[in-house]
DNA sequence: ATGGGTTAATTTGATATCAATATAGAATGA
DNA sequence: TCATTCTATATTGATATCAAATTAACCCAT
């Protein structure tokens, strides 16, 4: 007869299973995920109030930087560039194309590709960011003054 | 008569601003918010695999963690410390509590003041979650093993 | 005490995020 | 040719995110 709980077992409705305090805060102090959440959380409340008066998010403004340059990219491509699922961006370049700032021009060769393309607008309106952004990044810097951001822009690029 | 546009500037509906490549290659590569948005998002996907099979997120992890020691913060202390809006934090509590993963307790003293517990059942999930978090983060740190995480984690909790 | 300002939390409306699924076009091979 | 498979994008449903507005409770000065 080895059905009973055994006498030096937990009795079922015990206390969970532990997680020893020192556990918890190697997780707070040490976890890469919590601490870029919470530093993108930050950065992009920031930077959205910044663009606030344009009517621009932190993420549309990377969007529409990264469409800049002479290269038209197709949406799979644009999606990984900004590590970011195609889902997402297929509803991101909705809002945009909705409002002018960009189009999607199906590609010549192959009719499931569709590439974006700023507008006129979209490109007077990153002119009209750029500005902003500027003082806005300079004054990051000047808080935190022994961070360089390229650096950790780039340790940052390598993460995940 | 000075009403007419000088001689030497540009027409009316002429290329708008035009950006400097230089400045979009600054921001690519120098935006401490474009690189945190876009680390936060490969983090978070990873993670958000690494706890689907026990049905939880990344941020709901990170927010339980936070739980798991002696205090009961309020509503608004949770938030400050995830970096968080107090609507959002609002918004997922609600979801864990349907769950019944943690209570929202009043407090004894000011009727405004809820407070976040978790229950027998959070703390079991949680103790769950985190050899899951070990290993991955273990594998993590191995990818980039030029990154001090502690190091790293602390310099994002900086910035902002 | 009570009216006015402050604070804690919630609600609302818009966008963001991703997994899962669907659709449509392309490429391959029998 | 045409069926299978693969690939690019879109859609759906759930949670996450925040600003703005709202509700409720507290505090304080009169």
Chains 1, 2 share one sequence.
Do not use: Y
Request: proline fraction near 7%.
């Amino acid at each position: 007869m080895n059905n009973a709980t055994p006498p030096d077992a937990p009795p079922p409705d015990a206390t969970p299973p532990s997680v020893p305090i020192e556990t918890v805060h190697e997780i707070r102090d040490q976890c890469l995920c919590f601490a870029a959440q919470r530093a993108a959380r930050r950065l992009a409340r920031r930077f959205d109030r910044l663009f606030q008066d344009i009517d621009l998010t932190n993420g549309q403004f990377s969007l529409m930087v990264s469409l800049m340059g002479k290269i038209q990219p197709r949406l799979g491509e644009l999606a990984d560039f900004l590590a970011m699922d195609q889902a997402t961006l297929s509803a991101g370049v909705k809002t945009l194309e909705r409002r002018s700032l960009l189009t999607l021009v199906a590609d010549d060769d192959d009719g499931r590709v569709r590439r974006a393309v700023l507008t006129s607008a979209g490109r007077a309106l990153v002119a009209k960011a750029v500005p902003l952004w500027r003082a806005e990044h300079a004054k990051l810097q000047a808080e935190q003054p022994q961070i360089d951001a390229r650096a950790l822009a780039l340790l940052m690029a390598g993460l995940g």
